[in-house]
């Protein structure tokens, strides 16, 4: 089963997201947005794992000890021409949380790349006019929503055609 942990977006800020994404749609692009349900914050991402052993990442997950916090949207940008995101800051609590979780699934450890605190509005198909929309996306003004990081999600991520599902397998209470 395919696995990630993240750390899920508030409705206030799913809603202000799908809004920026519409000023990001123009005819200078094509880009396979991300579903507003699906908008949230990887912390680490497992790949695929044994079913029988979603029962060992759950137990680490829990055994993690780690206090809630505060964070607040913070800037775009673009991953390798074709990954659209906003990010989150203080990046130094969210890169220590994202630690904790990969040091507490060591045993799934495959190749991680390195952790950028981000959540992802889109990828790109195709650009038609690259420069334009790179000049549009780069003055694009992100309002510094804050919202408290109290929980994390283990999912379960099935790719189709129309998109992933992501179903939630365990939520984790920060404290």
Not at 19 to 28: N, Q, T
Not at 99 to 113: G, T
Request: net charge positive; hydrophobic share 40%.
């Amino acid at each position: 089963m395919r696995c990630f942990v993240a750390v899920e977006m508030p409705p206030e800020v799913k809603d202000y997201l799908f809004e920026l994404v519409k000023k990001i749609k123009g005819k200078d692009i094509k880009v396979n947005f991300t579903a507003k349900k699906n908008l949230h914050l990887t912390l680490s991402f497992l790949g695929e794992i044994d079913n029988n052993k979603v029962s060992e990442a759950i137990k680490a997950l829990r055994d993690l000890k780690v206090g809630g916090f505060s964070v607040k949207l913070s800037g775009s940008g673009v991953f390798n021409d074709r990954v659209l995101w906003v990010g989150l800051v203080p990046e130094k609590e969210i890169f220590n949380l994202a630690n904790k979780v990969d040091e507490s699934l060591i045993m799934f450890a495959k190749d991680r790349q390195e952790f950028k605190s981000h959540v992802t509005l889109g990828k790109v198909k195709e650009f038609k006019d690259k420069k334009k929309f790179l000049e549009r996306f780069s003055k694009l003004e992100v309002k510094p929503i804050q919202f408290e990081i109290k929980e994390f999600r283990l999912h379960k991520s099935v790719l189709s055609r129309e998109g992933p599902k992501h179903t939630l397998i365990e939520k984790f209470d920060m404290g």
